[in-house]
């Protein structure tokens, strides 16, 4: 995966840009990078619309093991990904699911929505 990667510390939000595979390996990598960053409590917006998922449902376990581990530290910030095809879109939702009482994570189609979501969520609306 070729990813783009910004960090506002002002505003606490990270958005990152995803083209190719996502894998397991690089998911890991990078929750791993931002903890050793201390913006794990950042609120992401991630445009994965030029991306898939590599990612087998085993993995997705080992990928929930780790987040509530992390949970269990952090308070984790929300996340508002955005993808265009179903598989990552699936993938995603599967997380969405597994991690509702982790972390805030919805899935979109659509960028001026899920930067809505993130906005309103940060000034408490909704």
Known sequence: MLSTFSVDHIEQKISTMAVG??????????????ENKHILTYSELFDARYASADISSSQIEKLEFL?????????????AII???????GMFQTLVILLHDVVEIKVFRDKARANAWLDNKRFGMN
């Open 21 to 34: 595979r996502i894998t397991y390996q690089e998911i890991i990598d990078s929750l791993l990078d931002r």
């Open 67 to 79: 987040m509530r581990g992390l949970g269990y530290i952090y308070r984790l910030g929300r996340s």
């Open 83 to 89: 993808v265009n095809d179903d598989l990552t879109y």
